[in-house]
T-cell receptor, first 115, second 110 residues
């Protein structure tokens, strides 16, 4: 069974459209994340949820809105897509927030291309 | 400003030729330093977590070490299947933030 899954794997759309990416983890983790990986391979954190509560919200345009219906799911909705939104988006999960650092487990990524 | 810098950007080795990858970091309060491996078209795969200076972790041909300012990923007698991009990340105490480096792309030739 896939630990962290994302759908779709590829997403090609036109500027101005609205799209969603879904993420599910079956690891029983409390914390989930969205990352954006640009063409230079930098992974930059966008959002983090802990038990359905938003805990990290980086400087991301308001067009991006995460939603966590339960702690196993974290979806990303993007409104009015722009060319600069083209990137690979990764979902990740980790066991918990706490005093120790916890490793993250990543999904396979969603390659978004905006034309 | 908190940041993570990895070097070199790319490394080509012959099979069996040992080497090291560097990750230098500046962060206000380190909670953990993580190494990941990323294959083309896939998500990063967790390798190691290091928490304090002097700590070392090993897995097969890989060994990660940590000082107060940098971490090294030593690769001993690499094989072609070790070819991948290796990413370093640090987690800061405040706000649970993670900062990733841009990675070292390793190519091991048979």
């Amino acid at each position: 069974d896939t630990a962290v899954s994302q759908t779709p794997k590829y997403l090609v759309t036109q500027m101005g459209n609205d799209k969603s990416i879904k993420c599910e983890q079956n690891l029983g983790h409390d914390t989930m994340y969205w990352y954006k990986q640009d063409s230079k391979k930098f992974l930059k954190i966008m959002f983090s949820y802990n038990n359905k509560e938003l805990i990290i919200n980086e400087t991301v345009p308001n067009r991006f809105s995460p939603k966590s219906p339960d702690k196993a799911h974290l979806n990303l909705h993007i409104n009015s897509l722009e060319l600069g939104d083209s990137a690979v988006y990764f979902c990740a999960s980790s066991p918990a927030l706490g005093l120790a650092g916890y490793e993250q487990y990543f999904g396979p990524g969603t390659r978004l291309t905006v034309t | 400003e908190d940041q993570v810098t990895q070097s070199p950007e790319a490394l080509r080795l012959q099979e069996g030729e040992s080497s090291s990858l560097n990750c230098s970091y500046t962060v206000s309060g380190l909670r953990g330093l993580f190494w990941y491996r990323q294959d083309p078209g896939k998500g990063p795969e967790f390798l190691f977590t290091l928490y304090s200076a002097g700590e070392e972790k090993e897995k097969e041909r890989l060994k990660a070490t940590l000082t107060k300012k940098e971490s090294f990923l030593h690769i001993t007698a690499p094989k072609p299947e070790d070819s991948a991009t290796y990413l370093c990340a640090v987690q800061a105490w405040y706000f649970n933030k993670f900062y990733f480096g841009s990675g070292t792309k390793l190519n091991v030739k048979p």
